[in-house]
């Protein structure tokens, strides 16, 4: 059938979106997606993707089904001897999460309709759904509908649109929208998730029901629910305890205590495992004993690890779950541990501990935020893109969803300072200290730390190359001071002709002779989203002896 037209860089059409998923008495769900793309360029091929996700531990894989219709009336069938299951995480050793998928992109061609069904069934944690309406491609129908057992009560909440009310028939609720703009990238805005429409459903059984799973009504549920679940993995035993005193044995102040425990924490191998996921295993953390011993763990193990240490030496602390990745994407209107993919800590500190990152929390006090896992952050710091999230203090019945902190500019600036000298001949010599704080640090020690020196060396040769042409890097100093959230950047550096010479009477030459290593790239006339800035500070002075 005809869609509607679209200008010439979108790739594809959604022409059908749909999920339709069914709650038994007995705790099953049975879940069952359509999708229909059409595809419109030979960017568009992509699209031509099938994919469906599961649990190994809470049910059997989905049954997957596709389909590529030619404009000829031609059909290519895919069936099950077409899937593949890949993991869900790339860096998890083993995670239950997998992935079944039927890849038609090197079959789509322009104008093919590509489509596919899947059905799963397995058991669930909580009786908690979302939807996307939408990712970047204009849709032409997208819709979620809920069939729950009878007496059930079913709430919906809306995001990034008009709220949705849903069509009923019978126990079942379904929600819907139609004729969905594509949404274009654009330089600096806010995220997709904070653009596109979404939907989050809740289930809630009657009083007398025998259900599988909670239901959330409040933030102090979840977090009731979380801290069940992981507060006693954080119990003490010898080996711990004597680890905290041996490394908080030379700290002076509560903060360097905490710093101690905080840099035995980072370095704890990132590796992770999950299983049990069916039954809250995803949220739960391995013993602070069993991490110490074997000295990997993922991001709950790490700041569960932190947390025993801390007891050890008499500070008090809470994890955290917080989405990592994207500040806006958590909703505080929708109560779900659905919402977190991360895992970080809580320190309660004293009046004397001063830090950009505390909090102040009406019944817990002051609180430190710190990432373990992190390798670049120190404690006084908070990566960037976690910064002014919602995150759940997970503290029993008295947790709650807490803004995280914002640090400000000065906090995460950088400073530059050029000596340079200019031959007759425009030939310049110079040399550049940078020093940098906050983020900035840790964005710097991330790059410096992600490859070689020789690596390290080619970058920096490449960024000085923009702004004088040819330069030669004769020295480069790199010095982190991490422990103080600091990362200082030393290069001496020399190009022929940076000045030019005009009739052997004038020499003309650039002050700023490096790039900022950060842009705005406004490239349209117009937006459609605001401009988002990041919380950077700088500063640069350049000092030139001419000939």
Same mark, same amino acid.
């Given at each position: 059938?005809?869609?509607?037209?679209?200008?010439?860089? &979108?790739?594809?059409?959604?022409?059908?979106?749909?999920?339709?998923?069914?709650?038994?008495?007995?705790?099953?769900?049975?879940?069952?997606?359509?999708?229909?793309?059409?595809?419109?360029?030979?960017?568009?091929?992509?699209?031509?993707?099938?994919?469906?996700?599961?649990?190994?531990?809470?049910?059997?894989?989905?049954?997957?089904?596709?389909?590529?219709?030619?404009?000829?009336?031609?059909?290519?069938?895919?069936?099950?001897?077409?899937?593949?299951?890949?993991?869900?995480?790339? %860096?998890?050793?083993? #995670?239950?999460?997998?992935?079944?998928?039927?890849?038609?992109?090197?079959?789509?061609?322009?104008?093919?309709?590509?489509?596919?069904?899947?059905?799963?069934?397995?058991?669930?944690?909580?009786?908690?759904?979302?939807?996307?309406?939408?990712?970047?491609?204009?849709?032409?129908?997208?819709?979620?509908?809920?069939?729950?057992?009878?007496?059930?009560?079913?709430?919906?909440?809306?995001?990034?649109?008009?709220?949705?009310?849903?069509?009923?028939?019978?126990?079942?609720?379904?929600?819907?929208?139609? #004729?969905?703009?594509?949404?274009?990238?654009?330089? %600096?805005?806010?995220?997709?998730?904070?653009?596109?429409?979404?939907?989050?459903?809740?289930?809630?059984?009657?009083? #007398?029901?025998?259900?599988?799973?909670?239901?959330?009504?409040?933030?102090?549920?979840?977090?009731?629910?979380?801290?069940?679940?992981?507060?006693?993995?954080?119990?003490?035993?010898?080996?711990?305890?004597?680890?905290?005193?041996?490394?908080?044995?030379?700290?002076?102040?509560?903060?360097?205590?905490?710093?101690?425990?905080?840099?035995?924490?980072?370095? &704890?191998?990132?590796?992770?495992?999950?299983?049990?996921?069916?039954?809250?295993?995803?949220?739960?953390?391995?013993?602070?004993?069993?991490?110490?011993?074997?000295?990997?763990?993922?991001?709950?193990?790490?700041? #569960?690890?932190?947390?025993?240490?801390?007891?050890?030496?008499?500070?008090?602390?809470?994890?955290?779950?917080?989405?990592?990745?994207?500040?806006?994407?958590?909703?505080?209107?929708?109560?779900?541990?659905?919402?977190? %993919?991360?895992?970080?800590?809580?320190?309660?500190?004293?009046?004397?501990?001063?830090?950009?990152?505390?909090?102040?929390?009406?019944?817990?006090?002051?609180?430190?935020?710190?990432?373990?896992?992190?390798?670049?952050?120190?404690?006084?710091?908070?990566?960037?893109?976690?910064?002014?999230?919602?995150?759940? &203090?997970?503290?029993?019945?008295?947790?709650?969803?807490?803004?995280?902190?914002?640090?400000?500019?000065?906090?995460?600036?950088?400073?530059?300072?050029?000596?340079?000298?200019?031959?007759?001949?425009?030939?310049?010599?110079?040399?550049?200290?940078?020093?940098?704080?906050?983020?900035?640090?840790?964005?710097?020690?991330?790059?410096?730390?992600?490859?070689?020196?020789?690596?390290?060396?080619?970058?920096?040769?490449?960024?000085?190359?923009?702004?004088?042409?040819?330069?030669?890097?004769?020295?480069?100093?790199?010095?982190?001071? $991490?422990?103080?959230?600091?990362?200082?950047?030393?290069?001496?550096?020399?190009?022929?002709?940076?000045?030019?010479?005009?009739? %052997?009477?004038?020499?003309?030459?650039?002050?700023?002779?490096?790039?900022?290593?950060?842009?705005?790239?406004?490239?349209?006339? $117009?937006?459609?989203?605001? &401009?988002?800035?990041?919380?950077?500070?700088?500063?640069?002075?350049?000092?030139?002896?001419?000939?």
């Amino acid at each position: 059938s005809a869609t509607p037209s679209y200008e010439k860089n &979108v790739p594809a059409v959604v022409l059908w979106d749909e999920a339709r998923v069914i709650v038994s008495d007995e705790g099953k769900i049975k879940r069952v997606n359509y999708y229909a793309v059409r595809i419109l360029t030979r960017a568009g091929s992509t699209a031509a993707i099938a994919h469906e996700s599961y649990q190994t531990d809470a049910g059997k894989q989905p049954d997957l089904k596709a389909w590529l219709l030619r404009p000829s009336g031609k059909v290519i069938k895919y069936d099950k001897h077409d899937a593949v299951n890949v993991a869900a995480a790339d %860096n998890d050793v083993y #995670n239950q999460v997998m992935i079944r998928k039927i890849s038609a992109r090197n079959d789509a061609e322009v104008g093919d309709v590509f489509g596919y069904e899947a059905t799963t069934e397995e058991t669930t944690v909580f009786t908690q759904f979302d939807w996307d309406f939408q990712e970047r491609y204009p849709v032409v129908l997208s819709r979620f509908s809920v069939t729950s057992p009878d007496k059930w009560t079913i709430k919906s909440i809306t995001f990034n649109h008009d709220a949705l009310t849903p069509t009923t028939s019978g126990t079942t609720q379904t929600w819907e929208l139609r #004729n969905l703009s594509p949404i274009e990238p654009c330089p %600096n805005s806010p995220p997709l998730t904070s653009v596109a429409p979404r939907l989050a459903v809740n289930l809630f059984p009657p009083s #007398n029901a025998k259900t599988y799973g909670p239901s959330f009504q409040s933030w102090a549920e979840v977090s009731a629910w979380t801290y069940q679940l992981t507060d006693s993995q954080a119990n003490l035993d010898d080996v711990v305890a004597t680890k905290a005193k041996e490394l908080a044995s030379s700290a002076k102040t509560e903060f360097e205590r905490i710093q101690a425990i905080a840099r035995f924490a980072q370095n &704890v191998r990132y590796i992770s495992i999950q299983t049990g996921l069916s039954r809250g295993g995803g949220y739960r953390p391995h013993l602070a004993s069993e991490v110490l011993a074997k000295n990997y763990g993922d991001c709950k193990d790490k700041a #569960n690890l932190m947390r025993a240490l801390l007891k050890a030496i008499g500070v008090e602390s809470y994890l955290v779950t917080i989405y990592s990745g994207d500040a806006t994407y958590v909703r505080a209107e929708w109560p779900s541990p659905h919402q977190f %993919n991360h895992c970080i800590i809580a320190i309660k500190v004293s009046d004397q501990t001063l830090a950009p990152t505390i909090v102040t929390h009406a019944k817990l006090g002051r609180l430190l935020i710190f990432d373990a896992t992190d390798d670049d952050t120190p404690v006084g710091g908070l990566p960037e893109h976690e910064q002014g999230s919602l995150a759940l &203090v997970v503290a029993g019945d008295a947790g709650e969803l807490i803004r995280m902190p914002i640090t400000p500019p000065e906090a995460n600036g950088l400073d530059r300072q050029i000596q340079a000298t200019l031959a007759a001949d425009g030939t310049i010599t110079a040399s550049i200290h940078e020093s940098f704080l906050g983020t900035s640090a840790a964005d710097s020690r991330g790059e410096f730390r992600s490859g070689s020196r020789l690596d390290f060396l080619k970058i920096i040769e490449g960024w000085i190359s923009r702004g004088a042409t040819a330069a030669k890097v004769s020295n480069l100093e790199p010095k982190d001071g $991490k422990a103080e959230g600091r990362f200082d950047l030393s290069v001496d550096f020399s190009a022929p002709g940076y000045g030019q010479l005009m009739q %052997n009477r004038l020499l003309v030459f650039k002050p700023a002779i490096v790039a900022r290593r950060e842009a705005l790239m406004f490239t349209e006339p $117009k937006r459609k989203f605001p &401009v988002v800035l990041s919380s950077h500070a700088f500063t640069e002075t350049v000092r030139m002896k001419l000939p």
